[in-house]
């Protein structure tokens, strides 16, 4: 891995890439400090200790969040939007005619399609951001245009967000989206760092749990690694060929079924049910005056009683509870296998083998070969959804078991710190092979 970057270095086409991903980091880091006027900071600090979902929202962000700065959203109303259409082109038979058989222009069709999506959810979610932020206080001006001014500028900061992790991917390494997330989450880690740190040196953390925290926390950091690169490689033997007059005899290969074939999709699925609902009620949970952003529309009663619905949800659906816990590892692990689904299709697989000439050895072409794929993917699925649904839970609850409060370690950050990590490694592995080649040709 340090061969190749060192290599990746040296290489003039590589290290451009490399720098303008920094670059855009820059940019990044440079958006989170512009920040939204007439903002009441120590209100907007009680609202973000009130909120387990401003807190996940806050740490995918990088702290634009908790300076609520024009990206404060961040990139997750793309992530959703991009989630969306992938499960419309298998519900939509037009989609996914499109996805499949469209080329070029079919893929940048669906990536149109998911950019005005991207708008529609961002200008919701911004929306009710806005009507919640005046609704405590947040904002010193609660005019009307003020209020459509800081959608306005929310959604155009994710807007950028957008933009720039596309950039990412087309003049950088890896994939845009993922960087900017990725660095979003790594920016924080040295805030949690020094605050640990000065935790300990006060005597408030103790020094054995949290020495005990952090050799667990890498042990969870490589069985990640683990889960990312392991494959159950299912062997493929490719018929005879006869070309011209020459018979060429069959050659042995494999087909690499990934063990963790959705990723971090499943939990962030997971945890958006989990306290999207209750933030909901949250926002339209409190009484008081009317919001002024209502008045665009005529009079709106705002209603009282999800006030007790949402203090019922809070009692019942803490992240401390275990009922909640319990849900979080059921839905985990049902999404697990849902997009497992999605991502690998056994028939198109089969189908391909058929028409290739290949085959499973042992077993027949065609419908049989179907049913032994799906046998090894519900293995492999079972195998890794118990594992997502364990790393869901278990780092909160050793997290409270241990006593450790100033360092945040969540299940979401560490596949997507690794996973990201990992895919842009092989990315650079790729591209120095790709470049070794052309070398070899020109020779």
């Known amino acids: 891995m340090f061969d190749n970057l060192r290599a990746a270095v040296l290489v003039p086409e590589i290290r451009q890439r490399v720098l303008f991903v920094f670059f855009a980091f820059a ?10 006027p007439n903002v009441n900071q120590d209100a907007w600090q009680r609202v973000l200790q009130s909120g387990a979902f401003y807190n996940l929202l806050g740490f995918l962000s990088g702290g634009a969040l908790q300076k609520l700065s024009i990206i404060a959203m961040g990139i ?63 904002f010193y001006d609660t005019s009307t245009w003020y209020l459509l001014y800081a959608i306005v500028a929310m959604v155009g900061g994710t807007l950028f967000l957008m933009w720039l992790g596309e950039q990412i991917s087309d003049k950088g ?46 042990v969870v950091i490589v069985s990640i690694v683990f889960l990312y690169q392991g494959q159950r490689r299912v062997p493929v033997q490719q018929a005879r060929r006869v070309v011209g007059r020459k018979m060429f005899a069959g050659r042995s290969t494999y087909i690499p079924l990934r063990l963790n074939n959705a990723g971090v999709i499943s939990i962030i699925f997971a945890i958006s049910i989990l306290l999207l609902p209750q933030q909901a009620l949250s926002w339209f949970g409190r009484t008081g005056a009317q919001p002024t ?81 799906n046998k090894i993917l519900m293995r492999i699925t079972t195998a890794a959804a118990i594992y997502l649904g364990l790393l869901a839970v278990l780092p909160g609850a050793l997290q409270r078991g241990l006593s450790v409060t100033t360092f945040y370690l969540g299940s979401t950050s560490l596949l997507i710190v690794v996973g990201v990590a990992l895919d842009t490694i092989t990315q650079i592995e790729a591209r120095l092979a790709m470049r070794d080649y052309r070398g070899f040709i020109k020779r």
């Open 27 to 36: 940019w990044f880091v440079f958006m989170i400090h512009v920040q939204l």
């Open 76 to 138: 997750t109303p793309y992530i959703n939007a991009s989630i969306i259409m992938q499960l419309m082109t298998v519900v939509l038979p037009q989609l996914e005619e499109m996805a499949k058989k469209g080329g070029e222009e079919g893929r940048k069709k669906i990536s149109q399609y998911t950019r005005w999506l991207t708008i529609v959810l961002a200008t919701i979610q911004g929306t009710f951001m806005a009507i919640s932020m005046e609704r405590s206080g947040v």
């Open 173 to 218: 390494i890896g994939n845009g989206v993922s960087l900017i997330i990725f660095i979003g989450i790594v920016l924080r880690y040295p805030q949690y760092v020094k605050q640990t740190y000065a935790s300990a040196s006060q005597g408030s953390e103790s020094l054995l749990n949290l020495i005990l925290y952090i050799v667990i926390a890498i």
């Open 293 to 373: 952003f209502f008045r665009l529309f005529g009079p709106f009663e705002v209603p009282t009683n999800p006030a007790a619905i949402a203090n019922v949800f809070n009692v019942w659906f803490s992240p401390n509870g275990l009922i909640y816990n319990i849900v979080y590892f059921a839905l985990v692990v049902i999404f697990t296998f849902f997009y497992s689904s999605i991502v690998l299709n056994t028939r198109d697989v089969a189908d391909n083998l058929k028409k290739t000439g290949a085959f499973v050895p042992g077993i027949r072409p065609g419908q049989p070969t179907v049913d032994y794929l």
